[in-house]
């Protein structure tokens, strides 16, 4: 008789059940080291790269690109770096309430922003580093790990994809340009750059018809829907492109370097420089532009790179680590306050 309770599981498909999951667990395993190896790699080779090519710069030409470099440009450039923070603002402001559907005010919400892409665009490994600066602001509001996870996960997928659309368009509308940075003939350049778009696309399409949700590490984070996505890719893509106008604000007078040229470059050697986990793509970042770049002198174009990883790497750094203590500091005196007011 069946009185509707759960079936009895046999002892063979208990033992199944164990086997896939050891299976799974060592595929899991598996790509980890693989992964972890492939970056080590790339990261070996960029470094390689770097030194070879640092064997024939000119240091004295490096500082002389430094010190040929107006303010004009570099308080340009610092304005294009607070744009561009300020757009991805709008990652945690849009994910906070679309995908873990809690209300934050702003100024917390920008903190969080700020400080999070900050410190993971320096120290690399962003779902862990962005995710840790997370938890240390948004605890204080009662968010759980599971919603600061998700809101990682969901800002660091939609940012990758704001760049692949950036380097997709570029390659379809502007081949020619392309070229110069890719050796590759401008048919072949659209070719590619219309897969790039076709993937986004699947993308989009994938989320648009039902929720979607990802499991990682045992955590199940559900995707946000295709108008949330969309807003965030945009906003990724704007922010790319400020990012590179950093940069392009930076290089030497009459270079002659097309912007498009220098975006899919840019583009391309983020990339490289994330998938490397290196700590804000170091070396990885320099010897790839060093390379795509070969119209503008080496120790010119060193001197533009450092100076642009100062601007929109080391200075947001320092005055992040400089906001969070701050904070810190605030929420503790707060709290004393109000200890010393209870004893009273």
Same mark, same amino acid.
């Given at each position: 008789m069946d009185n509707g309770g759960p079936e009895p599981v046999s002892p063979r498909d208990q033992t199944n059940r164990w086997?896939?999951?050891?299976?799974?667990?060592?595929?899991?395993?598996?790509? @980890?080291?693989?992964?972890?190896?492939?970056?080590?790699?790339?990261?070996?080779?960029?470094?390689?790269?770097?030194?070879?090519?640092?064997?024939?710069?000119?240091?004295?030409?490096?500082?002389?690109?430094?010190? @040929?470099?107006?303010?004009? @440009?570099?308080? #340009?450039? $610092?304005? $294009?770096?607070?744009?561009?923070?300020?757009?991805?603002?709008?990652?945690?402001?849009?994910?906070?309430?679309? /995908?873990?559907?809690?209300?934050?005010?702003?100024?917390?919400?920008?903190?969080?922003?700020?400080?999070?892409?900050?410190?993971?665009?320096?120290?690399?490994?962003?779902?862990?580093?962005?995710?840790? /600066?997370?938890?240390?602001?948004?605890?204080?509001? #009662?968010?759980?790990?599971?919603?600061?996870?998700?809101?990682?996960?969901? !800002?660091?997928?939609?940012? =990758?994809?704001?760049?692949?659309? /950036?380097?997709?368009?570029?390659?379809? $509308?502007?081949?020619?340009?392309?070229?110069?940075?890719?050796?590759?003939?401008?048919?072949?350049?659209?070719?590619?750059?219309?897969?790039?778009?076709?993937?986004?696309?699947?993308?989009?399409?994938?989320?648009?018809?039902?929720?979607?949700?990802?499991?990682?590490?045992?955590?199940?984070?559900?995707?946000?829907?295709?108008?949330?996505?969309?807003? @965030?890719?945009?906003?990724?893509?704007?922010?790319?492109?400020? !990012?590179?106008?950093?940069?392009?604000?930076?290089?030497?007078?009459?270079?002659?370097?097309?912007?498009?040229?220098?975006?899919?470059?840019?583009?391309? !050697?983020?990339?490289?420089?994330?998938?490397?986990?290196?700590?804000?793509?170091?070396?990885?970042?320099?010897?790839?532009?060093?390379?795509?770049?070969?119209?503008?002198?080496?120790?010119?174009?060193?001197?533009?790179?450092?100076?642009?990883?100062?601007?929109?790497?080391?200075?947001?750094?320092?005055? !992040?680590? =400089?906001?969070?203590?701050?904070?810190?500091?605030?929420?503790?005196?707060?709290?004393?306050?109000?200890?010393?007011?209870?004893?009273?």
């Amino acid at each position: 008789m069946d009185n509707g309770g759960p079936e009895p599981v046999s002892p063979r498909d208990q033992t199944n059940r164990w086997e896939r999951k050891a299976r799974g667990l060592r595929r899991q395993r598996l790509f @980890q080291r693989v992964g972890t190896v492939a970056s080590i790699i790339l990261f070996a080779v960029a470094i390689g790269v770097l030194v070879y090519i640092a064997r024939e710069l000119d240091l004295a030409k490096v500082r002389a690109a430094y010190d @040929q470099t107006g303010w004009d @440009q570099i308080v #340009g450039a $610092l304005g $294009l770096v607070a744009l561009s923070y300020l757009a991805l603002t709008g990652y945690d402001a849009l994910g906070l309430r679309e /995908v873990v559907k809690v209300h934050v005010a702003y100024p917390l919400t920008a903190l969080a922003s700020f400080t999070s892409f900050a410190v993971s665009f320096t120290l690399g490994f962003p779902l862990l580093t962005a995710a840790t /600066v997370r938890f240390w602001v948004y605890s204080t509001v #009662g968010l759980g790990a599971g919603a600061i996870a998700s809101l990682t996960l969901v !800002a660091g997928l939609t940012f =990758w994809l704001g760049m692949s659309l /950036v380097l997709g368009m570029v390659m379809v $509308l502007h081949p020619d340009a392309t070229g110069a940075f890719s050796r590759l003939p401008a048919q072949t350049n659209f070719y590619i750059g219309a897969a790039i778009l076709a993937g986004v696309a699947l993308y989009m399409l994938w989320i648009a018809f039902k929720p979607r949700a990802l499991t990682v590490q045992g955590w199940t984070f559900h995707l946000p829907r295709l108008p949330v996505t969309l807003a @965030q890719i945009m906003l990724g893509a704007v922010d790319v492109c400020i !990012a590179c106008s950093v940069l392009y604000v930076l290089l030497p007078a009459g270079h002659g370097v097309p912007f498009a040229t220098l975006l899919a470059a840019y583009v391309f !050697a983020n990339i490289l420089g994330i998938a490397s986990h290196a700590p804000g793509g170091i070396g990885v970042f320099e010897a790839t532009m060093l390379l795509a770049l070969p119209g503008i002198p080496r120790e010119a174009l060193l001197g533009s790179v450092l100076l642009y990883r100062c601007c929109y790497y080391l200075i947001p750094f320092v005055v !992040a680590i =400089w906001l969070l203590g701050l904070r810190e500091i605030v929420l503790r005196s707060r709290r004393l306050r109000r200890e010393m007011g209870d004893g009273t």
